[in-house]
């Protein structure tokens, strides 16, 4: 898997939709600016926390485990050069 434009364009701009348009149309009230700091403060956070999925599934630090014999098995199949 690798970077692709349509998923970070998409969950960048729904965040940013969170973050920085919704903040705005808050009705007025006594906790106003703490529903628009939370409504930010969320967005940035849930975004952060997207990227970071996202990212790790280009490069994953675990991969399957494997035994030899499916391995092997892997190998033949799929026409590789099995070494002695």
Same mark, same amino acid.
């Given at each position: 898997?690798?970077?692709?434009?349509?998923?970070?364009?998409?969950?960048? &701009?729904?965040? &940013? #939709? #969170?973050?920085? #348009?919704?903040?705005?149309? #808050?009705?007025?009230?006594?906790? %106003?600016?703490?529903?628009?700091?939370? $409504? =930010? $403060?969320? &967005? &940035?956070? *849930?975004?952060?926390?997207?990227? *970071? *999925?996202? =990212?790790?599934? =280009?490069?994953?630090?675990?991969?399957? +485990?494997?035994? @030899? %014999?499916?391995? =092997?098995?892997?190998? +033949? @199949?799929?026409?590789? +050069?099995?070494?002695?």
């Amino acid at each position: 898997m690798g970077f692709s434009f349509i998923p970070f364009i998409f969950f960048t &701009a729904l965040w &940013a #939709v #969170v973050g920085i #348009v919704l903040p705005f149309v #808050v009705p007025k009230g006594p906790n %106003r600016g703490i529903f628009q700091l939370v $409504l =930010m $403060l969320t &967005a &940035a956070t *849930c975004w952060i926390f997207w990227l *970071c *999925c996202y =990212m790790a599934q =280009m490069n994953p630090l675990i991969g399957p +485990k494997l035994s @030899n %014999r499916t391995l =092997m098995l892997m190998a +033949k @199949n799929w026409g590789g +050069k099995i070494p002695n």
